[in-house]
């Protein structure tokens, strides 16, 4: 249907006509800022860039240069598939506390010039960017990078009274790994080595950005524990800094950042160079000293501060800017601008979601928009309570804690256990549990916040880094998720074991997804793949006590596949569903043969498990699979699973309506059971979800809980795209 269309569309010759609004939030205007977006596109309209041009406020054209990010995979009637996300990159005006809106549109006009050239020499040990107004050589071995003014920038990290340089380490290996006229990417892998050049202490990967004409470079530098034989061994993080030789005059200078205050702006200048750190305090401690020999540190953890262990399979993301030209680009850190298109243009008028509905009264049905206003208002309070908590705090053995902090930041503590005749003793934190940035992306989708948007980013770069192990032990494990609530991050919650997920119960990767389509963030990308590739190689599927894992599995795969395009994450969502399958129709020979680690219950024949309130998240994502894949037995499956809930007295109270097992978590079965209600025609399911949705959006009891309020909006946001006037009216009374 969405491919007839977009053909028809495109036979019309839609005009294309996005608008895309630029928010300056930190008081300073914005000049030729570089602004990297992503936007999706209907199926069948774009199937090549050539046309895609953008123009400014005035209606002036403005250099810009465009990526295919994905493709529409079921647009298969051509030779060609039309696109369903693309990257932009720009450069931005906008006034302080102003909004500049740029649009998107087909066009046959030439595209005017870049507004500099860009040039990119490779070399045997390197490669030489000039942007114009600087010119640099990033190397790829030895020194980082030296540019004007500053010499042999490097990355030390100090450890058990060694010190381990980047520049230390012979096999790193460095590419050219994206460019335009308007923008080039650099990346840099290999390690932290010691002085003789054989001994190592983290894995890095560092990405160097130019823009044409202007000044500086931005650095986005990770670091990955790798190099343990056991999931607890760690590297212990003595001091890890940014060093550079500055050939200009410095003036001395010594700025430490032990604690979240005082909110220092993560921005210094030395010797005529500027060293900016994004998320300055958020990510303490952290720290800047100029020294009078000229040598300029940029402290990502200063080696004053208590010693952190950094376990096996972690991760930390640094983004930083040097700046040649003078100019103060704190802002460009802290405050970015963002390009964004309304609601609608994500949801109905491309469909790149699925079924989800923009937040709007004309989207909505007239009955229902009261109700769809309570819930965003429910939603929207659960999620400034959630990132009130950070600054409250919490008291723990006599000092204060709260959720900031470089391993911290994004998360939230979930529980403290001061028993220390337990294992599990010590902090609990929440991991992203039920992918938090996704729901709030999807929050953004669906209204255009902008607070939900930027919590996001800060949650998704937390799961990239801390939740997703980047090293197992055990092979095929690589990119497992860590259990939740994690203690202290890395260790089992339940007996403190160090271990990641033992199955998908705790899988997420969505949100990853999410902010590499919209930002066009490489290490997103990066990590989400290596996330959906342990989904493929590892089987988590535990029906039998996990019902989640049906769902999260699948959304992993689901959205793998559309993005990424590779088959094997399309083999591996029909896997899931075979599974289940079998489960609920017993065939026990079939089961074993696809999944030998099911211990398989005749309780549960037709259903999944005890706990309805897993449910939600399985009904959900195997509706989503049912319309993606036309099968036409799917409905009846869901038909019957839910019919196991209903049938069990300890479940469901037929007479109160209500569930009984975790009731609080009825309105993540609404979208699943409305799917049901559709493809069955029978009332009653669209009753029950109905009425559940109504009773907790109008109850509105607020949460805190960064996991209860995954669970709570993950998924129900797109039981509103059934109170829309889009969806279909097939229901009908018993």
Known sequence: MLLVLGLLLAAAGFALDVPLTVEETAGIARVSEPVTFGVPLPEGLVREISRLRLYGPGGKLVPADFRVVNRWWNDAAVQVASIQWVHCDFFADVAARGRAVYRLRLSDEPPPPPPASL??????????VNTGPLEF?????????????????DLLLRSDERIYKLSNWPSSELVVEEQSPLKVVLKRTGSHGWVNKEDRAL???????????????????????????RMSDFVRLDGLWLQAQLDGPVTPARVEQLTADPRRKGWFEAGGIGFGLRWFWQLYPKGFEARPDGLARLELFPETARPQNIYTGVAKTHEMILSFGGENLWAQLDEPLYAVAPPKWYTRDTHALGRLVESSKEAIRPEYWPLVERYDRWLAASRDAVLAKRDRGFQFQGRRLDEYGMLNFGDAIHKLIADDRRPDYGIHWETEYYDFPHALFLHFFRTGDMKSYRMAIEAAAHLADVDISHHEVEPGRDGAPRTGPGLNHWTRYSNGEFISSTSWAFYKNEGLFDRWLLTGDHWSRDVARMSADFGVTYNGLDLHSNTRSIGHGMFAMLKAYEVLGDKKYLDRAHWIIDCVHAWQDADLERLKALNPRVVWDPVFRGGYSHQSWMYGIALEAMAQASWTFHLQEMPAYLRRAADWIFANPREWDPNRRRFLNAPVHSVML????AYIAETSGEKTY??????????????????DRLKLFAQLFRNSQRFPWYLSVESPRRCRAN
């Open 119 to 128: 040039a990119v020499k490779a070399a045997e040990d390197g490669v030489t």
């Open 686 to 703: 669209w009753d029950i979800a109905l009425d559940s949705f109504r009773w907790q959006a109008e109850e509105g009891q607020v949460t």
């Open 203 to 229: 894995d890095s990967v560092v990405r160097m950005i130019a823009y044409a004409g202007r000044p500086y470079i931005r650095i986005v530098y990770s670091f990955v524990n790798r190099q343990g034989e």
């Open 670 to 673: 609404t979208p699943g059971l």
């Open 137 to 153: 050589t990033a190397r790829r071995t030895g020194a980082l990078l030296d540019g004007p003014g500053l010499r042999s920038a």
